[in-house]
């Protein structure tokens, strides 16, 4: 296949926002490797929002379901099981991209710790679990940027998207399990947060651009499978491909240049821009 198309690298892609993103990037041209734990249907392991119980009950989606989803809009996949928590799972993934493809335009950090710590109070909250949420949303994104970032650096630039979370610079409303969530989910997304900007400023000049994207509340599989106790009720939120046409939008329009460094409120930027035909943004309760 022509290596005139786009390449990306999508973290988190067996379901939810992370299979949205990679299946449009696939409608839009790009070839796409695709990471995350869950490789073929029905796998189970844990997912509980909470360390007061465990739920290793099986979650819609899987790598394999996504490939077949993009391979058939004509895009090649490079399928690369991976775990957050598994540094060296992560670097086997970006040196397979690197050596087959030599390198990728678009970085994509939306996988993040699943797993208890983000419905339960501060007290409550054990460090080893904290510890697990910073891995997985902030130094896991970090360890994949020092494969990928100086690769672009050498190809003359790239983007690098991170999936941010109106958590990582607000408060909730109410407290986790009530409609809030926790610290480890805040103070992780946080730390997640302030890569883009250093990126930007370090390294803008060169070619990089980097980007936090909030996506807002979104339907996904396993919000609605877990989280009606937890004080939320998804169905009525956003698809998930409209927050894959903003990536496309950021990783491929110069207008976004004018954005480096910056957050990006991902539904208000879709509606705004009309990218995605017969969407248009609603005010969602969450």
């Known amino acids: ?3 005139t198309r786009k390449r990306a690298f999508v973290t988190g892609a067996s379901r939810g926002v992370g ?10 041209g790009f070839d796409v490797a695709i990471t995350a734990r ?3 249907e ?5 997912h509980s929002s909470t360390v007061k119980k465990s739920d290793t009950s099986a979650l819609p989606g899987s790598l394999n379901s996504t490939a077949d989803l993009m391979r058939a ?3 090649e996949v490079l399928v690369l099981p991976a775990d957050l928590l598994d540094r060296a799972s992560l670097g086997a ?3 397979t991209v690197l050596e087959r493809w030599g390198g990728i335009d678009l970085l994509v950090h939306n996988a993040r710790f699943i797993g208890p710590g983000h419905m339960d109070l501060e007290m409550d909250t054990p460090v080893e679990i904290l510890e697990k949420h910073v891995n997985g949303n902030a130094l896991a994104p970090h360890l994949l940027n020092t494969y990928f970032v100086p690769q672009m650096l050498k190809q003359g630039g790239g983007t690098v998207v991170y999936i941010t979370s109106s958590s990582a610079y607000d408060l909730p409303s109410r407290k986790a399990g009530t409609g809030g969530y926790g610290l480890c989910y805040g103070m992780s997304k946080a730390a997640g947060h302030s890569i883009a900007g250093f990126l930007a400023l370090e390294y803008g000049d060169q070619g990089i651009r980097s980007f936090n994207l909030q996506p807002g509340p979104i339907k996904t599989e396993r919000l609605l499978q877990d989280m009606k106790g937890f004080g939320f009720n998804a169905e009525d939120w956003t698809p998930p491909e409209v927050i894959g046409e903003v990536v496309n939008w950021l990783a491929t329009s110069r207008d976004a240049d004018a954005l480096n460094g910056q957050c990006v409120q991902g539904q208000e930027k879709c509606d705004e821009l009309k ?3 017969g969407w248009s943004l609603k005010k969602i309760t969450v």
């Open 38 to 40: 869950t490789v073929t």
């Open 19 to 28: 299979k949205g993103i990679a299946v449009t990037l696939a409608k839009h």
């Open 42 to 46: 029905g796998e189970q392991r844990e």
């Open 1 to 3: 296949m022509s290596r």
């Open 93 to 95: 993934a970006a040196t």
């Open 73 to 75: 809009e004509g895009a």
């Open 275 to 277: 990218l995605l035909p």
